[in-house]
């Protein structure tokens, strides 16, 4: 999960929060 919010870091905040919840 760390590693996919540093990526979606300059992503919005919704999409990061989504790709966070697909890797868990």
Known sequence: SAIVNRISGP???EVGNIST???L
């Open 11 to 13: 992503i919005p905040k």
């Open 21 to 23: 919840l697909r890797e």
